[in-house]
Nanobody, 124 residues
Framework: QVRLVESGGGEVQAGGSLRLSCATS????????MGWFRQASGERRDLVAA???????NYADSVKGRFTISRDTVKNILYLQMNSLKPEDRGVYYC??????????????????WGQGTQVTVSS
């Protein structure tokens, strides 16, 4: 079982930036697909960004051009740089290793148990 620990959330004003981190308990190079999910209160958990080991990056339409997913293979951390934040970006953000992904619909199947997530609040 891989342990995932998210951090970096907080409260920012619209237009601000945050960088989320996801620390993994194992060598990140093991994982071919990784992703960040967002869950607003009372809504489902949606995939917003995905990273593949061959370098592909995929984003939900709502975050394209504003969010960037990357990884640090030395620190074993997956990042999500979020710029130009909007109130609708608020929610709890979770990372996971993906069993599979449909890039057309931006849906991904998580492989491991969820971490605690990190809360992002964007005020208008």
């Amino acid at each position: 079982q891989v342990r995932l620990v998210e951090s970096g959330g907080g409260e920012v004003q619209a237009g601000g930036s945050l960088r989320l981190s996801c620390a993994t308990s194992e060598n990140i190079l093991r994982f071919n697909l990784m992703g960040w999910f967002r869950q607003a209160s009372g809504e489902r958990r949606d995939l917003v960004a995905a990273f593949s080991s061959i370098g592909d990056r995929n984003y939900a339409d709502s975050v394209k051009g504003r969010f960037t997913i990357s990884r640090d293979t030395v620190k074993n951390i997956l990042y999500l740089q979020m710029n130009s934040l909007k109130p609708e970006d608020r929610g709890v953000y979770y990372c996971n290793i993906l069993r599979s992904i449909n890039t057309a619909t931006m849906t991904g199947l998580p492989l491991y148990s969820w971490g605690q997530g990190t809360q992002v609040t964007v005020s208008s």
